[in-house]
C-alpha cells in the first residue's frame, strides 16, 4: 500500500515550520507596547504565552511625537 492510499501527509506539510537542516528554530513571542491600557493587557497575555512556550519575549516599545510615529533602533 502506497503512501497516498494509507492518508499519510504530503512531505511539505509534514515538517514543523519550526525545523530545518540546521536544527530547531525557536521564534520569540514579539508584542507592541506604546502604554495603552489594551497594549497592557496583550503585552500580560504575551508574557504568558512566552513563559508557556519557553520562548524569548521582545516587547517594542511605540510612542507618537508631531504625528509621526518613532521606533527606536537596535
Known amino acids: 500500500m502506497s ?14 515550520p519550526f525545523r530545518s537542516e540546521f536544527g530547531e528554530h ?3 513571542v514579539l508584542i507592541g507596547y506604546d502604554g495603552s ?5 496583550a503585552l500580560a497575555y504575551a508574557a504568558g504565552m ?12 511605540i510612542w507618537q511625537a508631531n504625528g509621526i510615529a518613532f521606533v527606536p533602533p537596535g
Open 3 to 16: 503512501e497516498a492510499e494509507r492518508g499519510a501527509l504530503p512531505e511539505y506539510r509534514a515538517r514543523s
Open 26 to 28: 525557536r521564534h520569540p
Open 37 to 41: 491600557e489594551a497594549s497592557r493587557h
Open 50 to 61: 512566552a513563559r508557556r512556550l519557553d520562548r524569548w519575549l521582545v516587547v517594542v516599545h
